[in-house]
């Protein structure tokens, strides 16, 4: 049988993404400081020489992780919504909910993005290794630049409020509130966090919307 390049191609992809599950569930179950390449090679079944043919270091690994993983789940997310007949109101309360999405069906991805940005931070990662991250990251506000305009065109949101002033408290209070609801950070156990993960979605929503 002659070699295949597009079979080699598709064993390389289907490996690749083998080693990125297994060390996102690992690094969010273990921290990433608790984890070495030894470790996630095990975890997958596969060999030491396997994972550094894709990668050569801890870090490569970490930020591709993230990278695949925020990338995944933002095409996944925006692609579940049909925009058509919708207001701007209507698909801004669609990318509050998918943040309660993720501390309902995601934890494993905010434990790992909060021992993520500790991580970057510690080991001192230069921005020209972070920009493949930061390429998603801007592609989240390239999605709320939609939401704006949209609401520029139909006056269900506030665009009086600047733009990036709006995604940008959206996106960290958001994002900040799962995140700690996921690490368990609670500060009072009977707190029911679906509950006040909802208010915190409704008082944005109330901030930001025309007539709601």
Excluded: C
């Amino acid at each position: 049988m002659g070699f295949v390049p597009e079979l080699d191609e598709q064993r390389k992809a289907a490996t690749r993404e083998k080693i990125l599950e297994t060390a996102l569930r690992v690094f969010a179950e273990k921290t990433i400081d608790a984890v070495n390449l030894t470790d996630i090679a095990k975890e997958a079944g596969i060999g030491m020489a396997t994972v550094y043919r894709h990668f050569d270091k801890k870090p490569d690994l970490v930020l591709a992780a993230s990278t695949w993983a925020w990338q995944k789940y933002r095409q996944e997310n925006w692609r579940a919504v049909d925009r058509a007949g919708m207001s701007a109101a209507e698909v801004f309360e669609y990318f509050l909910d998918a943040f309660l999405d993720l501390y309902r069906n995601h934890r494993d991805l905010l434990r790992f993005n909060q021992y993520f940005n500790a991580y970057v931070k510690r080991e001192g990662i230069p921005p020209e290794r972070m920009k493949p991250y930061a390429d998603v990251m801007n592609a989240l506000a390239a999605q709320f630049h939609t939401i704006w305009t949209m609401g520029e065109q139909d006056g269900t949101l506030r665009t009086d409020v600047p733009e990036k002033k709006m995604f940008s408290l959206t996106l960290h209070l958001m994002l900040a509130a799962v995140t700690r609801y996921a690490v368990g950070l609670l500060y009072d156990a009977g707190i029911d966090p679906e509950e006040e993960l909802t208010e915190l979605k409704d008082m944005l929503m109330r901030r930001y919307t025309v007539g709601a």
